[in-house]
């Protein structure tokens, strides 16, 4: 955690695979992932279509063909939970990761495994676990399973603009 916490900027892509029982195909998207410490996420979809979510501390900003929706996430808990299970790993705030996930840590440096299990009742009836794996201070591989079996799986990549093109 204090390799992430060291880290005051990064950005990857990422590739992403939603697979939900309801759907026979999986949904796919394509983007960009931007995080400033301490506390600032941009998520920047390019495919299947274009739009950018912005998320710091107190709310998040959607931008779908700059249309602008603003929300707070003091009216948006779970989302706020969820956000902050991603940005606490990047800032390698183990103290915030600890009040709202019970935590299972394995491998080293190297090669690590991180299984967030939320202590929240009213999040974990929407999400099962969220496993977070990389080596180093770079998350490579973010997997979210939801309780009803749902599975959203993101790849993520050293940022290269070619890539998102």
């Known amino acids: 955690m204090a390799a992430m916490a ?40 390019m495919k299947p ?18 249309k602008l929706q603003v929300r707070s996430l003091e009216n948006l808990p779970l989302v ?4 902050e299970s991603f940005r606490s790993v990047l800032a390698g705030d183990l103290d915030t990761l600890n009040k709202y996930y019970s935590i299972t840590f394995s491998g080293d440096p190297p090669a690590w495994k991180l299984i ?5 009742k ?15 201070d770079d998350v490579q591989l973010y997997v979210v399973e939801d309780s009803n079996g749902d599975l959203t799986r993101m790849q993520l990549y050293p940022f290269d603009s070619k890539v998102n093109e």
């Open 6 to 45: 060291a880290v005051k900027h990064r950005v990857v892509s990422y590739k992403e695979e939603k697979q939900m029982e309801m759907l026979e195909e999986s949904l796919h998207s394509e983007g960009r992932l931007e995080y400033i410490a301490p506390d600032k996420l941009i998520r920047s979809v």
């Open 116 to 120: 967030l299990q939320p202590k929240d």
């Open 80 to 83: 706020r939970v969820f956000v």
């Open 49 to 66: 279509v274009e739009m950018r979510y912005i998320i710091d501390s107190r709310q998040l900003i959607i931008d779908k063909g700059g």
């Open 122 to 136: 009213k999040l974990a009836v929407y999400v099962k676990k969220l496993e977070l794996s990389g080596t180093g």
